[in-house]
């Protein structure tokens, strides 16, 4: 049977407790190994690193492992992208910045709906961006500013995002990659060469899906390679 024992926090003395609780509140850090602690049996005082029963105790460690596999991974890529700077790991875990998804999954996504997710992949990072910074909200609520503005404003923001440009700045320019996406979408609603007929047309149309899905995969594949490198997924 575990011994008994009193402790001091602040002017307060607390117990008896057993010596199972004084070790995990040592792991906890709650309490030094260096603190005194009184016998709930004999009255004396006794330093923590002194009493055998506590120390083999915590001596012993967590039960469970401390980081799951998954935590160990993310703990692991905090300290490859923070190397050499300061700052302090953040063992909460939290949602991952802009909208995830597998920038594999996009691909499929947008020619098995025909380019539509694409629309939707913009309208999910928009939102996002309308979330976080609320002060935006006032001038781009309509539907009309969205399909004309939102693709260039989505990747600017995710380029000049501070997390990313601190962790995995990007080596592409994504303002460009907004004005390539413009482009090649261009090319299947202004329809320049009528007279070819319809094959070549479903080819310009098909052709500007591809080029607007390998743009939003490009974009994806780097949010979520800096979601990875920060912890957040």
């Known amino acids: 049977m575990q011994k008994q024992w009193l402790y001091m926090q602040g002017p307060r003395i607390i117990g008896p407790v057993k010596s199972a609780l004084i070790a995990d509140l040592v792991l906890k850090g709650e309490l030094d190994a260096s603190d005194t ?35 160990a991974q993310r703990f ?25 998804i597998h920038w594999k999954t996009t ?5 098995f709906s ?7 992949w913009f309208f999910r990072q928009w939102t996002w961006v309308l ?20 693709p ?30 413009y482009l090649v979408n261009s090319v299947s609603i202004s329809s320049p060469w009528p007279d070819l007929g319809m094959v ?4 310009f149309l098909l052709l500007s899906i591809a080029g ?5 995969s490009y974009v994806q594949r780097y949010i979520n390679e800096s979601n990875h490198i920060l912890g957040r997924i």
């Open 37 to 71: 602690i009184q016998s709930a049996e004999t009255g004396l005082w006794q330093k923590i690193a002194e009493i055998k029963e506590i120390t083999d105790i915590y001596h012993k460690g967590a039960s469970k492992p401390i980081f799951s596999e998954k935590e």
């Open 76 to 100: 692991q890529s905090w300290i490859e992208a923070n190397q050499g700077k300061e700052g302090d790991y953040d063992f909460e875990v939290k949602d991952a910045y802009f909208y995830n």
């Open 152 to 181: 260039y404003i989505v990747m600017a923001e995710i380029e000049d995002f501070p997390e990313f440009r601190r962790a995995n700045p990007t080596r592409t320019n994504l303002k460009f990659m907004a004005v390539l996406w």
């Open 114 to 120: 025909a380019g539509l997710f694409n629309l939707f």
């Open 131 to 150: 979330s976080t910074y609320k002060k935006q909200r006032r001038d781009w609520r309509a539907f009309s500013i969205f399909l004309l503005f939102a």
């Open 200 to 203: 070549f047309n479903i080819g």
């Open 212 to 216: 607007s899905t390998a743009i939003i």
């Open 107 to 111: 691909m499929l996504l947008s020619f």
